[in-house]
């Protein structure tokens, strides 16, 4: 995920989300909390993936459930300034796929995250719905 120097850049990330720090994200060393920071991209991917549908009442809302986070932690970030959260779709797989999220503050990347999401079915997990492998393909990271 570090290695990736795609990653590192806002300008890679075709959707982005800027979102304001809070006193209480902060640690003892004065510094973002891991928590906070995980708790922000949370937010991101929420955000970005009810952006995906508009609502339409004849298309149901698909349903994912976190199978896997992975945080790469680079530098550290500060109370008040605001974040900026670079979104990006990795691999699409058959009933999953890969988010791929930048944190920036004042031009840093400060953290990395990868979240692996499984569509599921009323049975458990489902292949993807081709309109939902659509939208999603519409972001992949550049650069």
């Not at 510094?31 to 298309?59: C, K, P, Y």
């Not at 945080?71 to 699409?92: H, K, Q």
């Amino acid at each position: 995920m570090k290695a990736d120097p795609r990653r590192h850049i806002a300008a890679n990330y075709p959707w982005s989300l800027e979102l304001q720090t809070r006193f209480a994200d902060m640690d003892v060393n004065r510094h973002l909390n891991n928590v906070a920071i995980t708790r922000f991209f949370e937010e991101a991917r929420i955000r970005f993936n009810w952006g995906l549908f508009t609502g339409d009442a004849r298309e149901a809302r698909p349903r994912y459930l976190v199978a896997h986070v992975a945080v790469d932690y680079l530098g550290e970030g500060s109370y008040p300034e605001p974040l900026l959260l670079g979104y990006a779709i990795g691999n699409i797989g058959r009933s999953s796929f890969r988010c791929q999220k930048g944190m920036f503050q004042s031009g840093r990347c400060i953290a990395l995250c990868d979240t692996v999401l499984v569509h599921r079915g009323p049975d458990g997990p489902a292949p993807l719905p081709d309109a939902l492998r659509a939208r999603l393909e519409a972001f992949p990271l550049s650069g």
